[in-house]
RNA sequence: GGUCCGGUGGCAGAGUGGCUAUGUAGCGGACUGCAAAUCCGCGUACGGGGGUUCGAUUCCCUCCCGGACCUCCA
């Protein structure tokens, strides 16, 4: 078995991937927010974890792997407001579209997905124990996290709490004995989600959430946390604190895994920059494959430059792909060492991707091993998942008889050498979006 | 201001104290009626300046530049 390296945010460093229990990995990841639709930064931390998840499970006879749903957050209020909606409805709807999403990009869903609504008395029950443990306290309502008592705060993003007070650019409430503190549960007005407690009628705060999900389906310990590494502060941070105020006996999470952003054209995406996609905006125009090798083209810890230009170099590399496993058979093969090996030092991706890249070229100079391997490779990406007749010409249509048509009238041209005629229809067929591939065989046809 | 990451060939993007990935674009060639696809060849990159070393893109220092985070954020 090959030795699984994996960077850990805490320790800042990469290091060898020891299990708490080689027969059961457990790994948490923070999901979404269901208030909008998920855009293609979302997609980078759920592919990170999706290819972490597919190393995983190749290495290690079980991985449960818990991914939650947030679904109650004073920005979904909003926007449900906005929308003059309930905001069961819009969290159902953008859930199943989250769900839709993924599944078009195949992301493999996680073993369970819990909901923060569904675990309201979770949430309670850590934080009453957090309260009486001393390491919470009641003020103006809400319920609060003292960062004082707990020593290690800020040992996870690498800070300690007087460096957040200097720089704090959001006002302080007045109400919290340190102005790191934050809230475990605060009130809520008659028109806000509410749910009843020993602290009054309220709603949990953000973090509390995952200490409570990864808490009843992970245990005081599991292996991986994994999110952007937006998430690490403070949420991250607060998770951690809370869950370890309350179990003191756990380690909470063994190795902390973040993905770095992405940039659009160079520039941070942003709705004011007009350069904002969601994963369906991308899908309109390129394949989801297309869009999944391009966020897995760059490690997951680099900054990650998503371009148009890279979107289409990623559709060719797979054309390329593609063409070495219709080149013949594909045999059923194990998944190559050197894509393994790539995944199992701290999922280098673009170093997989090379391996795919001198696998293709051995298929297409007639090395069916290789065209096995490749395909076992790319699985272990979730890549070349399609049909390859599919992938170059789509779902099959009425036109395709009319483009075989055009074909066969291009080949009595060509035999009488009628070259002109012969272009014509070439020339037809491609303003049709169809190029042609004369082969010793006869003339293939792909979509442009 | 604080903390932390980066700067690699036209572009994307790994990696390494000496053998200098990979892809794409470009150029030349083979194949083809012409294309497309495929194949062959070419271009020797590591922000600037110091230092350590027999030797640095890789280690150290410094400067410049970019980015992230500092309680909305994947």
């Known amino acids: 078995m090959s030795h699984f390296s994996l960077h850990d945010s805490q320790r800042r460093a990469t290091v060898p991937f020891v299990p708490l229990d080689p027969e059961h990995i457990k790994i948490y990841y923070c999901g979404p927010t269901v208030y909008d639709l998920a855009h293609i930064g979302n997609l980078r931390a759920m592919l990170t974890a999706d290819v972490l998840v597919r190393t995983l499970r190749h290495l290690y006879p079980r991985v449960t792997f818990v991914r939650n ?11 449900a407001r906005d929308n003059n909606e309930d905001i069961a409805t819009l969290t159902e709807r953008t859930t199943h579209e989250f769900h839709a999403d993924l599944a078009a990009m195949n992301v493999i869903p996680p073993d369970i997905e819990p909901r923060a609504t569904h675990n309201i008395d979770e949430m309670q029950h850590l934080i009453a124990r957090l309260v009486a443990q001393g390491h919470a306290y009641e003020a103006d309502g809400h319920v609060l996290f003292s960062v004082e008592s707990f020593p290690s705060y800020g040992a996870l993003s690498g800070r300690n709490p007087e460096e957040l007070v200097a720089g704090a650019r959001v006002e302080v409430a007045t109400y ?9 549960w605060k009130p809520s007005s008659e028109d806000q989600p509410g749910w009843d407690s020993p602290w009054g009628r309220g709603r949990p705060g953000w973090h509390i959430e995952c200490s409570a999900m990864s808490h009843r389906y992970l245990g005081e310990s599991f292996d991986i946390h994994g999110g952007g590494s937006d998430l690490m502060f403070p949420h991250h941070e607060n998770e951690r604190a809370q869950s370890m105020c309350c179990f003191p006996g756990g380690k909470f999470a063994n190795y902390w895994v973040h993905n770095a952003m992405l940039l659009v054209e160079g520039e941070k995406m942003s709705k004011s920059l007009g350069n904002f996609f969601t994963i369906r905006d991308v899908l309109k125009q390129a394949p989801a494959e297309a869009l ?35 080149a013949g058979p594909v045999p059923r093969t194990e998944a190559p060492e050197g894509v393994l090996k790539a995944l199992s030092d701290d999922l280098n991706t673009p170093a997989a991707i090379a391996e795919l890249h001198a696998l293709a070229s051995k298929a297409l100079a007639g090395d069916r091993t290789a065209a096995g391997a490749l395909k076992a490779g790319a699985d272990m990406l979730g890549l070349l998942s399609e049909d390859p007749e599919k992938w170059f010409r789509g779902e099959s249509s009425d036109e395709d008889t009319e483009i075989q048509a055009l074909i066969t009238l291009r080949l009595e041209a060509k035999k009488q050498r009628d070259f002109a005629k012969a272009d014509a229809l070439r020339e037809q067929l491609q303003g049709m979006g169809i190029i042609l591939e004369d082969t010793r065989d006869g003339t293939e046809w792909r979509r442009a």
Request: charged share 30%; hydrophobic share 40%.
């Open 69 to 79: 749903i947030t679904d109650v957050d004073d920005k979904i209020t909003a926007r």
């Open 292 to 326: 999944r090798l391009l966020l897995l083209s760059a490690h997951y810890r680099s900054t990650l430059n998503y371009t148009q230009a890279g979107l289409l170099e990623a559709r060719k590399t797979l054309d390329r792909f593609y063409r070495a496993l219709a």
């Open 176 to 184: 919290k004995k340190h102005p790191g503190d934050f809230v475990l």
